[in-house]
């Protein structure tokens, strides 16, 4: 976790981290979450939405632009 922005957590494994967290469950969504990305060092704000299918859509926010990621169970 090389590119943490706290120095006290560079040295850190990457396999096994939690990378989502905080979510707190509203209607048929998860929101008011936080993700990280190890390879950025980067936290942004997220929500997580169940689809029927049983995928996971991760809708991450920061400074007014967002990106959508389909997450599917193997």
Excluded: H
Excluded at 1 to 17: A, F, H, Q, Y
């Amino acid at each position: 976790d090389v590119k943490n922005p706290n120095s006290e957590l560079r040295n850190r494994n990457i396999l096994g981290m939690d990378v989502i967290t905080g979510l707190q469950y509203s209607g048929d969504k998860w929101t008011k979450g936080i993700i990280y990305t190890p390879k950025k060092g980067m936290y942004a704000d997220c929500k997580v939405e169940l689809l029927p299918n049983g995928q996971l859509k991760i809708i991450a926010s920061k400074s007014g632009i967002k990106k959508t990621q389909i997450w599917i169970r193997k």
